[in-house]
């Protein structure tokens, strides 16, 4: 996964380097690398939205990686919880989050089937850790995902979501999932006054081979 550094950097790299006409503004490396998180943000939604309206599964790629994560315990509601990260899309079914447990962590994480969560259930008594996404507290900030039948009040997982708005992020924190680099790159580039012909992306394709 290619950081918004470094697709602005070749983005800097095309558009100083006279291979095609441009208009004449400047632009510094600040100034695209925020294009670049818009052009990849809107690639990830139109390929997120595409495949799941499709019917297909959705790409290791598209999902960014939250590790060593560690849930917390609201006395008042007797619920454990983990607030979602910053801009992740909601998709039906939850289908962008994936919940991964650390290293020494016996139990699987499902997601609770609708209704099910307080019911005695095969997943209840295979001893799974279930997840369900809620509204915050007070309704304020970012959906939180809700834990039952955890061992513990207070335990570590990785969070893989789908982060569909990466401008709420600081530098490099979301990358451009692989195999988007070249589309962002073009994105960026019209954005910037420069249409480039089909034989340009074909000899960045081989550039980067």
């Known amino acids: 996964m290619s950081s918004p550094k470094m697709i602005a950097e070749e983005v800097l790299r095309i558009y ?3 291979m095609m006409r441009t208009d004449n503004s400047q632009w510094d490396l600040r100034m695209v690398q925020l294009l670049v998180r818009q052009a990849r943000d809107r690639a990830v939604k139109d390929k997120v939205l595409s495949d799941t309206s499709g019917g297909k599964p959705l ?16 006395s008042s509601s007797l619920s454990i919880y983990l607030d979602l990260p910053m801009g992740y899309m909601t998709l039906p079914d939850d289908r962008g989050i994936r919940v991964l447990p650390v290293e020494g962590f016996d139990s699987m994480f499902r997601r609770a089937p609708s209704g099910a969560m307080f019911s005695s259930n095969r997943l209840w008594a295979e001893g799974n850790v279930l997840w369900m996404t809620r509204p915050p507290k007070n309704g304020g900030g970012n959906r939180r995902l809700i834990f039952m039948n955890a061992p513990s009040n207070e335990f570590n997982l990785t969070l893989e ?3 569909g708005e990466s401008e709420r992020y600081q530098n490099d924190e979301v990358g451009i ?12 580039l019209e954005k910037m006054g420069v249409r480039r012909q ?12």
């Open 16 to 18: 100083n380097g006279g």
């Open 198 to 209: 089909p034989a340009d992306t074909v000899n960045d394709k081989r550039d980067q081979a």
């Open 59 to 74: 790409e290791d790629a598209m999902f960014t990686r939250f590790e060593n994560l560690t849930t917390q315990f609201d």
């Open 161 to 163: 979501v789908i982060i």
């Open 177 to 188: 999932p692989d195999g988007m680099e070249l589309l962002v790159i073009d994105l960026v």
